[in-house]
């Protein structure tokens, strides 16, 4: 499993245990940090390939 899909589990796990009211801060910022790494390898995953793109052309 790469860490994109790993994110994508966690934030789905999370928001399985996400209560209909009242949300603890807790649980916000988890799911905050959980989104912005994901952010984070999907942009280092899309540069990767075209990395990857750049040097099959050479």
Request: aromatic share 2%; hydrophobic share 40%; proline share 5%.
């Amino acid at each position: 499993m790469d860490r994109v899909e790993e994110l994508r589990a966690k934030i789905e796990e999370l928001k399985k245990r996400w209560p209909a009211h009242t949300v603890p801060p807790a649980l916000v910022m988890e799911l905050d940090e959980l989104e912005t790494a994901l952010d984070e390898a999907l942009k280092a995953r899309q540069q990767g390939n075209q990395d990857a793109e750049v040097d099959r052309s050479r």
